[in-house]
């Protein structure tokens, strides 16, 4: 660190001062003079001389421009004692006024800035800089967030920019030079915070990030929860029916089934009718036997006419084959006709039940229109309108247990579709059986009459004998066997009115066992309710203990942020001592907000007092400030630059000796009637 002091400035055409050379040949300088006539211009061309700005850190070099005549070239000259050598800073301005054509006319074509470095002009403004940071130890034509110049030049910079909306460049600033707290550093001395470690460690360290996450996870899981509640509460009141009544429609539910079981057995050939059939192909077999037996006696007597007697006899038994055959097609179209009619009755009974199945998914689809009925949305008690999430929730289920019954429905009825299918197709093929063997016996019946003629025929030859006659006994056999066919179509026809009223007290049935299947599929409806509710309990205590996890990281979060602005107020005693720096403020929610507010500090004490800055006077500020950069310098070894501010007025001449503790050059303002012109009084 080495001490830059200003020895000589010379001022020509700078704002009102037309020209003027200022010596300072003692350590501290103050400009003296009446009011308005260029003290502060003095004080300006200095820092003017050493940046490109102006002391308030503005860059309007119009205001260097003479009052009297702006088209004067403005010069500044300064002479420096830097170490041991002495340095010359220079700076012009000269706006450029061009005649236009044809006019006497001048027109401002911008400006140009000359800057001279012991003597010697540089060809650019870096090059300046870059001698000026070589042998002053600083450079300030690049602002940053804290003014380096104004930092080492005006003492009260750094406080005014701490109570100012940019304090968070000072912070950042402060932090850097102190050096920021490292989490782990945090963890090693709040072990129990390293709970939260991983999620700062996702966030790159950012814990503004975290709290926003652990705020949004908390009022994730109270919705979660509220939720749960409201599901819980409806859930709990699921009606159910009693044990008693779920026994007594399991009980009935078997017997019905049973009894639709014992109809359906009934239902097809009944034994009567059976056993006709039997009876009456036993009859048809004897008369055939016995016919044949009585007509072979016959022909056995010597007949003349037995040539032709054995070939209608032949011809008979051709047409009798025949004629089994239409018998034997009548009963498979009967049979075919009964399994017909038998599908069409299942077919029926299943359209019913389909019908049924389908009122009740409508009926059932109309209650869902009618929630808002169905569901309370207003307290019983008090009026008041209910939880909007609750009433959600409590829609949500209310629809639920609907969805669940209508699926109830639809299973069933594709079992229904199902059986359906298989009656029809049942039907189907009787109904084919029917159409094939009707066409069979048209061509069966072509063949009868054909051997009906071709017997007929034969009989009508001349000379045939047609004695033979049947036996009484023959006769006989004739009459049962007619009276046995006509008790075979009775038998059928009381079949077919049984098979119909089966048909209809298997759905009298169904429908008592539906009033059974109510109630089982209610309490299966309650069961799958407590199962869910179950769940949804599970769901709530996960929710909570997840809920208090995260609450217990966000106190966690707190101590972390507490803990980290603590260590980096004991940092701030590394470089500033028993200088005060507020770096966090609690705020109203029992946290802690970061802040940037220096103390006054009390240079007898060597210590903060409890004023804050923006509190303070103008002289403690003064006195505050110098010593803020004092510790500044010397942690960062920087150039002890002249101290330039406005407020010498406001300082006594033993606070130049006792409290201001700087080797740094002092050169300030102070106001005096009846000194018409700048003059620096140098002690």
């Known amino acids: ?29 103050k400009i003296v003079g009446e009011n308005r006539i260029g003290k502060t211009n003095t004080l300006e061309a200095i820092y003017f001389l050493l940046t490109n700005y102006l002391l308030d850190g503005s860059s309007d070099l119009n205001a260097l421009k003479p009052l009297a005549d702006t088209q004067r070239v403005v010069a500044v000259k300064g002479t420096f004692q830097v170490g041991d050598k002495e340095i010359t800073l220079e700076k012009k301005y000269e706006e450029n006024w061009v005649k236009t054509r044809g006019t006497n006319d001048k027109v401002l074509k911008g400006h140009t800035e000359t800057y001279i470095f012991n003597g010697i002009p540089q060809e650019t403004a870096r090059q300046y800089y870059d001698l000026l940071n ?59 915070t390293r709970v939260i470690k991983e999620d700062l460690d996702k966030a790159l360290g950012k814990t503004e ?13 109270e919705e979660k929860i509220k939720g749960y509640e409201a599901n819980i509460e409806l859930l709990e009141k699921t009606p159910t029916p009693t044990d008693e009544q779920v026994a007594v429609a399991t009980e009935k539910k078997k017997e019905h089934e049973a009894n639709i079981v014992r109809i359906q057995s009934g239902i097809g050939k009944s034994k009567e009718v059976e056993d006709l059939e039997a009876k009456v192909f036993d009859a048809k077999k004897a008369v055939l036997e016995r016919n ?33 055959k239409k018998i034997d097609t009548n009963d498979e179209i009967r049979d075919a006709n009964g399994d017909e009619k038998l599908a069409t009755i299942h077919m029926e009974t299943c359209a019913s039940q389909r019908k049924r199945l389908l009122e009740e998914y409508h009926k059932l689809e109309d209650q869902k229109t009618d929630v808002d009925k169905q569901v309370q949305t207003t307290c019983p008690t008090c009026g008041k309108p209910l939880d909007e999430d609750k009433v959600k929730e409590a829609k949500e289920a209310y629809l639920k247990g609907i969805q669940d019954k209508q699926n109830s429905i639809v299973e ?3 079992k229904v579709a199902e059986e359906l299918r298989k009656y029809e197709e049942a039907k189907n093929n009787a109904h084919d059986k029917v159409v094939k063997y009707n066409e069979e016996l048209v061509a069966i019946d072509k063949e009868i009459d054909a051997r009906k003629k ?9 000379g045939l004998n047609t004695s033979f006659t049947e036996s009484d006994e023959l006769k006989a056999m004739r009459n049962n066997l007619t009276n046995l066919e006509s008790q075979l179509l009775t038998a059928k026809q009381k079949e077919s009115e049984n098979n119909t009223k089966s048909a209809d007290l298997i759905e009298q049935e169904r429908e008592a066992i539906a009033e059974h299947q109510k109630v089982l599929n209610d309490k299966a409806y309650y069961d799958r309710q407590m199962q869910t509710l179950e769940a949804v309990r599970n769901q709530k205590q996960e929710a909570s203990r997840n809920l208090g996890d995260v609450e217990q990281k966000k106190e966690m979060l707190d101590t972390f942020i507490y803990t980290k602005l603590r260590l980096l107020d004991n940092h701030v ?31 007898d004490k060597n210590e903060s007092t409890n004023t804050l800055w923006k509190s303070g006077s103008k002289s403690e500020k003064i006195i505050t400030g110098i010593a803020i950069v004092e510790h500044i310098k010397a942690h960062l070894g920087l150039n002890n630059l002249p101290y330039l501010f406005d407020e010498g007025g406001e300082i006594s001449t033993d606070t130049f000796s006792t409290k201001f503790k700087t080797d740094a050059q002092i050169v300030c303002v102070k106001v005096e009637d009846n000194i018409m012109k700048p003059v620096v009084i140098n002690f």
């Not at 037309?18 to 350590?27: A, D, P, R």
């Not at 005693?573 to 507010?597: H, R, S, T, W």
């Open 1 to 29: 660190m080495q001490d830059i002091r200003l020895l000589e400035l010379e001022l020509t055409n700078y704002r009102n001062i037309e020209h003027e050379v200022y010596v300072f040949n003692g350590k501290n300088a």
């Open 134 to 192: 070589e042998h002053f130890g600083f450079r300030n034509d690049i602002k940053g967030d804290v003014d380096v110049a104004q930092m080492l030049t005006n003492p009260l910079y750094l406080g005014n920019l701490g109570d100012s909306k940019d304090w968070t460049g000072l912070r950042s600033f402060i932090i850097k030079l102190i050096g920021d707290v490292t989490d782990d550093e945090v963890y090693a001395e709040e072990p129990s």
């Open 209 to 221: 990030n975290v709290k926003k996450l652990y705020n949004n996870d908390i009022k994730a899981y």
């Open 292 to 324: 044949t037996q009585e007509f072979t006696a016959y022909q056995e007597t010597g007949d003349p006419n037995k040539p032709l007697k054995d070939e209608i006899k032949k011809a008979e038994a051709d047409l009798a084959e025949w004629v089994g």
């Open 412 to 414: 069933e009825g594709k």
């Open 454 to 462: 071709h017997v007929d025929e034969l009989k009508n030859r001349g």
């Open 573 to 603: 005693a590394k470089v500033f001592g028993d200088m005060k720096f507020q770096l966090i403020k609690e705020n109203i929610n029992g946290g802690f907000d970061p802040v940037c507010k220096p103390y006054i500090y009390d240079i």
